[in-house]
T-cell receptor
Framework: SAVISQKPSRDICQRGTSLTIQCQVD?????MFWYRQQPGQSLTLIAT?????????ESGFVIDKFPISRPNLTFSTLTVSNMSPEDSSIYLC??????????FGSGTRLTVV | DAKTTQPTSMDCAEGRAANLPCNHS???????VYWYRQIHSQGPQYIIH???NNETNEMASLIITEDRKSSTLILPHATLRDTAVYYC???????????????FGQGTILTVHP
């Protein structure tokens, strides 16, 4: 299955600032997915990122708050903008690997103070 | 997406089989049943998936009922390292409207004890 490298693994940020999370895959994939896991909660899909087109956002998530880039078939970034303490979560990227299901990165643990 | 129902928690003795049930009575014909697990502070780990036939791999077996309304994940010889939250998810593969949209419920907290 795919190997996903996600950076940073964790960060502590000041409210009002922005953080960009990187997701690098070891092979080309058509779609990449970004999830959020709030403390003590399950995962929630933020958006789907296709190369060459704008990301598709799920209900409750907007591009101004979570802009996504997908410059090529192996890389994507998610930015958490104008952060508040409510944005403290684990952010994960995921890719589809055919018959191996979906592979997840190890996540970025974000704390906003 | 079809919703799933899982018990909140289960216990299992080390070395015994762990049988985790899941109900997905509204599953569509093109939706697969996926199982993932999440060990504390890690990303979800893919375990197995299937459409209608039973499946087995090196990690587990997946038993899907004939009407596809429920399934059971079987860990044949549970170890302490299998302690995790186990998620049962239904989603379509490429071409399906729910492709890629894994809707995670609260899952089952499996605790394997010595």
């Amino acid at each position: 299955s795919a190997v996903i490298s996600q950076k940073p693994s964790r960060d502590i940020c000041q409210r009002g600032t922005s953080l960009t999370i990187q997701c690098q895959v070891d092979s080309q994939v058509t779609m990449m997915f970004w999830y959020r896991q709030q403390p003590g909660q399950s995962l929630t899909l933020i958006a789907t990122a296709n190369q060459g087109s704008e990301a598709t956002y799920e209900s409750g998530f907007v591009i101004d708050k979570f802009p996504i880039s997908r410059p090529n078939l192996t890389f994507s970034t998610l930015t958490v903008s104008n952060m508040s303490p409510e944005d403290s979560s684990i952010y994960l990227c995921s890719v589809d690997r055919d018959n191996y299901g979906y592979t997840f990165g190890s996540g970025t643990r974000l704390t906003v103070v | 997406d079809a919703k799933t129902t899982q018990p909140t928690s289960m216990d299992c003795a080390e070395g015994r089989a762990a049988n985790l049930p899941c109900n997905h009575s509204t599953i569509s014909g093109n939706e697969y049943v996926y199982w993932y697990r999440q060990i504390h502070s890690q990303g979800p780990q893919y375990i197995i998936h299937g459409l209608k036939n039973n499946e087995t791999n090196e990690m587990a077996s997946l038993i899907i009922t004939e009407d596809r309304k429920s399934s059971t994940l079987i860990l044949p010889h549970a170890t302490l390292r299998d302690t995790a939250v186990y998620y049962c998810i239904v989603s379509a593969n490429a071409g399906g409207t729910s492709y890629g949209k894994l809707t995670f419920g609260q899952g089952t907290i499996l605790t394997v004890h010595p």
